[in-house]
């Protein structure tokens, strides 16, 4: 069954630095999000990527923030320069067609960032 | 910012009773949608309701959009260990755009 994979599943760093997220979507999906959740909190929307660009944010989604989809396959968030409240689950999701709202979001297992 | 509140928070009942959970808000939702997320994994759809007093089931799994699509609920009878996990409702506003509830965690204990 296809899958969306997420790398790291864990990542350790030191705030101020830059961390990249990386998500493989599911190969036929057109449609790319970024959602995170803090721990014991709510899942939040971040981003949302669509025909190379971005199509939708949250307020969250600051200039720290970026996305890319550098290779047709890989999807990649960017953080500039990492704060402790970043320390979140970042889950990837994606979809094939017609928007999250009534269609399928399929979502990665998430990488854990935790910033000390 | 649209705000789904879910209740209870936290819910603990034995094997083969009934639960229902809500899902509450004050905006209207084009949609919502129902997702079950294991420990360690990434929520997964359970279903998507989009008419008000659409009325869905899923095996032991009832699921209502309220007429006024402001709210929903997730009813499952006789609950079975397999079952515990966080529930979460999300709502559809704008087409490209989820919003989470704040999740209910069941425990079902055999």
């Known amino acids: 069954e296809p899958e969306v994979t997420q790398t790291p599943s864990h990542q350790v760093t030191q705030m101020g630095q830059e961390v990249i997220l990386r998500c493989v979507p599911i190969s036929n999906h057109l449609y790319f999000y970024w959602y995170r959740q803090i721990l014991g909190q709510k899942v939040e929307f971040l981003v949302s990527f669509y025909n190379n660009e971005i199509s939708e944010k949250s307020e969250i989604f600051d200039d720290q923030f970026s996305v890319e989809r550098p290779d047709g396959s890989n999807f990649t968030l960017k953080i500039r320069s990492t704060k402790l409240e970043d320390s979140a689950m970042y889950f990837c999701?994606?979809?094939?067609?017609?928007?999250?709202?009534?269609?399928?979001?399929?979502f990665g297992e998430g990488s854990r960032l935790t910033v000390l | 910012t649209q705000l789904l509140e879910q209740s209870p928070q936290f819910l603990s009942i034995q094997e083969g009773e009934n639960l229902t959970v809500y899902c509450n808000s004050s905006s209207v939702f084009s949609s919502l949608q129902w997702y079950r997320q294991e420990p360690g994994e990434g929520p997964v759809l359970l279903v998507t309701v989009v008419t008000g007093g659409e009325v869905k089931k899923l095996k032991r799994l009832t699921f209502q959009f309220g007429d006024a699509r402001k709210d929903s609920s997730l009813h499952i009878t006789a609950a079975q260990p397999g079952d515990t996990g966080l529930y979460l409702c999300a709502g559809g506003v704008s087409w490209d755009n989820l919003f989470f509830g704040t999740g209910t965690r069941l425990t079902v204990i055999p």
């Open positions: 999701a994606s979809l094939l067609a017609g928007g999250p709202v009534t269609g399928e979001l399929f």
